[in-house]
């Protein structure tokens, strides 16, 4: 059977351990000769690989380990580079939550004009991860995290368009734990329909392996509770933050009682809730430098000192599971059926072919292939539409160095009240990503 050479780029991500820790829990399915680690902050990242170093030596001393931060050595004989990378880290995070804020408006990192800032620094930083993938291992797929995944996907759609690049993202995977709690199943046993745009989206059916339709139970539950479960269905996101969110789905419902909304939605559907229960001064970035990222390095660090992973500091990460799938799925044709991001061509047959969408795909040697969801009705197609030229008009700005494109996209964003507003934030965020984004004119 052969064995897998992995590169994770985004070494020093608080993910990595979790990817890693995953990959070795599964090494009879997806066996591995090779892992390496490439990050551009080469302090961050020690810390990260000298911990994996000792784990991996402990668990399966037969792969081969190693971390850099030069790309050649780092993108040679690589048949899989799993990207999480966060441009201009989570400092920039910080600023994109809170410049927004201080006009009243929604301060995230992926949505709204935070997720704007966000995609004008990641573009330049993941065409450059391409580049080197096709250029020191032409064989090689990237299968994407690094956000924001739609802004990203359309990149690739305009700027890569040949390129062996798959965007995904964990929150549909996410909730669909969620649901397969709240139904007493198994997710695996769980068969979806669904359709929207990255962070962006709705469940239009929920069946299991029999056919049985769940769907009524699941909309029954989750118009009194949103997604909140009784018990931890993942490692993750049990932050006061996050439950709130899964919470306020109830609400994203009432506004299409018949399908089951991605909680992204409540940025753009309520967003004078999201800002009246923002602490202007203290984001979802500094919870997670708090939590997450302590919780991460604080563990590289005992291993460090101990000299051995045994005492289990790393957990496995259940958000790593879907990247594991997925490269399984391209490596050895397995034909499932996942979520991805990929352009439309008629997918969701009434929507802009070439708008970059979140569809059930077939996944196999070949990539993704989208299956067929039909027509959408208007309200769902109305602020898809509106968001798609958001998404659009960014990477036109970043592509001509627009200023008027970027302020456009600002405009279009439903976050945001009005021209005036967006002109305000958007030249703040000039000044604060002077470092990241081109200069505009
Ligand atoms: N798609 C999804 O559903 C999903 C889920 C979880 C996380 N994410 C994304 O994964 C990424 C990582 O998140 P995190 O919270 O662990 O962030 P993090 O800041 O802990 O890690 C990101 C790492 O990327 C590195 N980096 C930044 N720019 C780089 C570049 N140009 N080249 C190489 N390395 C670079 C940083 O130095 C850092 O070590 C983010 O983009 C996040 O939004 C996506
Ligand atoms: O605020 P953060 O940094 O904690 O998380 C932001 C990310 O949230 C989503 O991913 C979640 C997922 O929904 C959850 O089920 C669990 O697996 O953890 C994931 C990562 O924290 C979202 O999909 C990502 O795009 C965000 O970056
Ligand atoms: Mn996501």
């Known amino acids: 059977m052969k064995k897998y050479s992995i590169l994770i780029a985004g070494g020093g991500s608080t993910y990595t351990p979790g990817i890693v820790m995953m990959l070795l829990d599964n090494l009879e399915r997806f066996p591995i000769r090779s892992i390496r680690l490439y990050d551009n902050d080469e302090k961050r ?118 390129s062996k690049v798959l965007n995904i993202c964990d929150m549909p995977v996410g909730t669909l734990r969620r649901m397969a709690y709240i139904v007493n199943r198994e997710p695996k046993d769980l068969e979806v329909k669904y359709f929207g745009l990255n962070h962006f989206g709705w469940w239009t059916s929920v069946k299991d392996k029999d056919g049985t339709d769940l769907m009524e139970e699941l909309l029954a539950y989750i118009s009194e509770n949103g997604y909140l479960t009784q018990k931890a269905v993942e490692t993750q996101h049990m932050d006061a933050s996050w439950q709130e969110t899964h919470k306020k789905a109830k609400d994203i419902l009432a506004t299409d009682p018949a399908y089951l909304p991605n909680t992204y939605l409540k940025y753009y559907l309520y967003p004078d809730y999201v800002v009246k229960h923002s602490n202007p001064n203290y984001t979802r970035a500094n919870e997670v430098m708090a939590g997450r990222e302590k919780h991460v390095f604080d563990a590289a660090k005992a291993i460090i000192e101990a000299g051995t992973a045994k005492s289990g500091e790393f957990d496995i990460d259940n958000h790593a599971l879907f990247i594991v799938d997925l490269a399984r799925a391209i490596a050895y044709n397995t034909h499932e059926r996942m979520l991805c991001i990929v352009e439309n061509k008629g997918a969701i047959s009434n929507f802009d072919p070439y708008a970059m969408v979140e569809v059930p795909c077939i996944v196999g040697s070949n990539g993704p292939e989208p299956l067929v969801q039909g027509e959408i009705p208007l309200f769902e197609k109305g602020l898809m539409e509106q968001q798609v030229a958001v998404e659009k008009l960014v990477v036109q700005a970043w592509i001509e160095k627009s200023y008027q494109k970027l302020w456009q996209a600002l405009i279009l964003s439903k976050t945001v009240p009005s021209a005036s507003v967006a002109k305000q934030i958007l030249d703040d965020l000039i000044e604060a990503n002077k470092d990241y984004w081109p200069e505009l004119n």
């Open 45 to 162: 990242q020690e810390i990260i690989g000298r911990a994996l170093a000792i784990t991996i030596k402990e668990v399966a001393p037969s792969i081969s380990f190693s971390y850099t931060i030069d790309p050649e050595t780092a993108f040679t004989d690589v048949d899989f580079c799993m990207a999480h990378i966060r441009s201009g880290k989570y400092e920039m995070r910080e600023k994109d939550e809170k410049i927004p804020l201080k006009y009243g408006v929604v301060g995230q990192e992926t949505c709204g004009p935070g997720g704007i800032a966000y995609g004008m620094r990641s573009i330049g930083d993941m065409l450059e991860l391409i580049d080197f993938m096709e250029k020191y291992s032409p064989n090689c797929w990237m299968l994407n995290y690094s956000n924001p995944a739609s802004i990203v996907a359309e990149a690739c759609r305009v700027l890569r368009p040949n």
